[in-house]
């Protein structure tokens, strides 16, 4: 497998037509799982939780899903500044990644962009937080 990133950007839109941060990698999965994890650090993110969904029990009729999983990660520092604003913002600062390997072996990596779950922020200080996020997020996305 080559060892060059697939795709270089990382705005875009999801299947649902929502707007979605994005990267494709053409890494292997475990590199691509090491690159992010290490990403997510360096940009102060923490991996609540990380849930296998290859390993879930395949329907009779279905192939085996694609190697995939989901990454739950939130930025502490910048959450615990959000929530001083505005007490909603803790849930919504929470992001999942999700993490698909397609029919070429290329890694692809989406999460919902923070800035529009956010769009209609109570207050310029919470906007500002929002996209110190979003810029983390697509700071690590770039390092895949």
């Known amino acids: 497998m080559s ?3 697939a795709d270089h950007g990382v705005a875009g839109v999801d299947r649902a037509g929502g707007p979605a941060l ?10 691509v799982l090491a690159r992010l994890t290490n990403a997510l650090y360096v940009e102060g993110f ?3 939780s990380e849930i296998d969904l290859t390993q ?18 939130g930025h502490p520092q910048l959450s615990r500044q959000a929530l001083s604003i505005d007490e909603r913002a803790g849930l919504d ?6 993490l698909r390997c397609d029919e070429r072996g290329h890694i ?10 956010w769009a209609r922020a109570s207050s310029e200080r919470l906007e500002l937080v929002v996209e110190a ?3 983390r997020l697509q700071r690590v996305l770039v390092a895949l």
Do not use: G, N, Y
């Open 3 to 5: 060892s060059e990133r």
């Open 22 to 31: 994005r990267a494709v990698s053409a890494f292997s999965w475990s590199d």
């Open 46 to 48: 923490a991996i609540w």
């Open 56 to 73: 879930m029990r395949p329907v009779r009729s279905l192939a085996r899903p694609p190697q995939q999983r989901l990454m739950i990660v």
């Open 93 to 98: 600062l929470t992001l999942t990644l999700h």
């Open 108 to 117: 692809h990596v989406r999460c919902q962009d923070p800035r529009q779950v």
């Open 133 to 135: 996020v979003a810029e």
